[in-house]
C-alpha cells in the first residue's frame, strides 16, 4: 500500500529534514529514482514506519535524559514542603526555632535542649515532607535523653534556595558547624543520625567533621542505583546523563572511624537491604541490625523490641568508649 496520496513526499522532507538527508529519501522513495523532479515521491507503510521510529527514538530517549531535563526528576527526587512546619504546643516551651547560613541561603531547624544531656543527635532527615513530618524521630530520640538538632533542607520548609544532590551535602556541614560554634555542642558529643536520603549526609558530616557516633537508618549506598531500581527505565542511561556526581554512603562510609549502627529492614522496597549489607561490607566494624519483617524507616520501628535493643545497646557501647578527637587526621 502507498500513502503517496495521503503523505506528500515535500511534507516528509520539512517535518523530518535530517533521516531526508542521511537516508537520501528522495531518490529512494522517488516514482523514477530521482530523474524527474516533477513525481511526487511514493512512500510506503513499512518505510514511514522506519522513518518515524528513526527519528523519534532519539528523540523521546533525549526527552527523558536526567542530564537534559532534570526538572522531570528533582520533584520526585526532593519532594519538598514549601509550607512553614509547626510546633506543637507541647515542645514550645523547650524548642527553639534556629536560622543558620548555608553557602547564600539561609536553612531553618529546631533545637530540642534537653537538660543534663550527655550527646546531641544531629538529625538529616529523609526526602518526604520538611521538619515538622519527622517530629516523632526528633522526640524519639529526646526522650531518650539527648539534644536534637533537626533542620530542613535547602527548599524544604522555611529554608531557603533549591534542593540538589550536592547541595544537602554542604547543608549538613551547615548545620553541623552551627551547632558547634554556637556552643551548643562539643564535636566530641555530636551523634549523626541520618533516615534514607539523609543517611549519605550524615556520612558525610561524619567522615568530615568531628564526632562521637553515626546512626543510619535505610541507608543507600549509591543514589543513582536506588533510583535506577524504583524507576527501571533509568537504566538506559548512563551515570553521566545525570546532571549531578552521585551521592551515597558506600562513597565515604570507609573513612569513618567512630562507631556505626545501621538499621534496616528486610522487606523494606524502597532501598534494598543489599545495600546496607554492602556498607557494612565495605566497613566491617560497623554494626549491622536487619529488622525481620520491616519495610522502609518508619514510626512504627520504635515499638519494635530489635529497634529498641540495638539502639540501647549501641548506646551504652558509645558511652563507654573513648572520645574520638582525632579522626580527622587522614583529612590533613
Known amino acids: 500500500m502507498h500513502l ?3 503523505i506528500p513526499g515535500k511534507f516528509l522532507h520539512r517535518c523530518f529534514p535530517l533521516p531526508c538527508r542521511l537516508w537520501r529519501l528522495q531518490r529512494l522513495f522517488s516514482a523514477d529514482d530521482g530523474r524527474n523532479k516533477n513525481v511526487m515521491p511514493r512512500i510506503s507503510f513499512g518505510k514511514l514506519v522506519f522513518l518515524f521510529m528513526l527519528y523519534m527514538i532519539p ?24 509550607q512553614a512546619p509547626r510546633l506543637p504546643p ?3 516551651s ?30 538529616h532527615h529523609g526526602n518526604e515532607g520538611n521538619i515538622e513530618n519527622w517530629l516523632p524521630f526528633m522526640e524519639n530520640m529526646y526522650d531518650r535523653g539527648f539534644s536534637v538538632l533537626m533542620y530542613d533542607y535547602e527548599g524544604y520548609g522555611r529554608s531557603e534556595g533549591t534542593p540538589s544532590m550536592n547541595g544537602i551535602l554542604k547543608d549538613g556541614e551547615a548545620a553541623y558547624d552551627f551547632l558547634i560554634s554556637s556552643g551548643r555542642a562539643r564535636p566530641e558529643e555530636v551523634i549523626n543520625l541520618g533516615t534514607s536520603l539523609g543517611s549519605a549526609v550524615a ?11 553515626l546512626i543510619l537508618w535505610s541507608p543507600y549506598s549509591s543514589l543513582l542505583r536506588t533510583c535506577k531500581d524504583n524507576c527501571p527505565f533509568l537504566q538506559i542511561y548512563p551515570d553521566l546523563f545525570f546532571p549531578e556526581k552521585d551521592i551515597g554512603c558506600g562513597y565515604e562510609i570507609s573513612k569513618i572511624v567512630v562507631p556505626v549502627l545501621i538499621l534496616h529492614g528486610d522487606n523494606d522496597k ?15 566494624s560497623t554494626k549491622l541490625i536487619e529488622l525481620t519483617g520491616a519495610g522502609h524507616v518508619q514510626e512504627r520501628w520504635f515499638q519494635r523490641s530489635d529497634f529498641q535493643g540495638a539502639m540501647n545497646d549501641f548506646m551504652k557501647q558509645i558511652d563507654s568508649s573513648p572520645a574520638h578527637l582525632d579522626h580527622l587526621d587522614h583529612l590533613g
Open 203 to 213: 556520612t558525610h558530616v561524619a567522615a568530615n567533621r568531628q564526632s562521637k557516633a
Open 90 to 92: 507541647k515542645l514550645r
Open 59 to 82: 528523540l523521546i530517549y533525549l526527552t527523558f535524559c536526567p542530564g537534559l531535563h532534570s526538572d522531570l526528576y528533582y520533584p520526585m527526587l526532593f519532594p519538598s514542603e514549601r
Open 270 to 284: 524502597c532501598i534494598d537491604v543489599e545495600q546496607a549489607c554492602e556498607l557494612q561490607h565495605a566497613r566491617p
Open 94 to 123: 523547650v524548642c527553639r526555632d534556629v536560622f543558620f547560613p548555608a553557602g547564600n541561603h539561609l536553612l531553618h531547624g529546631w533545637f530540642l535542649k534537653h537538660q543534663g544531656a550527655r550527646s546531641t543527635v544531629v538529625f
Open 4 to 6: 503517496n496520496k495521503l
